[in-house]
Nanobody, 126 residues
Framework: QYQLVQSGGGLVQVGGSLSVSCAASGFSFDYLNLAWFRQAPGKRQERIGCISSGGGTSYADSVKGHFNITRNSDRNAVTLQMVSAKPEDTAVYYC????????????????????WGQGTQVTVSS
């Protein structure tokens, strides 16, 4: 059974840092492309970035330098770290997986992310 289980998130003050993690099970983790998305209240889902099975990363232009995505094969997990939090970062954050089945350096075929985590609320307070 394929599962993505998120942890972390919560409340952070403006200017602070916060991490959200996503543990994958049932997959061949080393052959997964992994991505993070978010959805703020009343807004469309927004792509944050992704990390490929080979470790390559890609970020949306609007968030470069603000988020960092890493993966850990020992823990079968991907982590999203946010730095310099802003009120507009308040949203539900989702991890997603593309079971690409090979080692790749790219990860931005967004329609291929078919497995999703349960979502994690991140609230930035001023």
């Amino acid at each position: 059974q394929y599962q993505l289980v998120q942890s972390g998130g919560g409340l952070v003050q403006v200017g602070g840092s916060l991490s959200v993690s996503c543990a994958a099970s049932g997959f061949s983790f080393d052959y997964l492309n992994l991505a993070w998305f978010r959805q703020a209240p009343g807004k469309r889902q927004e792509r944050i970035g992704c990390i490929s099975s080979g470790g390559g990363t890609s970020y949306a232009d609007s968030v470069k330098g603000h988020f960092n995505i890493t993966r850990n094969s020992d823990r079968n997990a991907v982590t999203l770290q946010m730095v310099s939090a802003k009120p507009e970062d308040t949203a539900v954050y989702y991890c997603a997986a593309d079971p690409i089945g090979a080692v790749r350096d790219w990860c931005d075929l967004w329609s291929e992310y078919i497995y999703w985590g349960q979502g994690t609320q991140v609230t930035v307070s001023s």
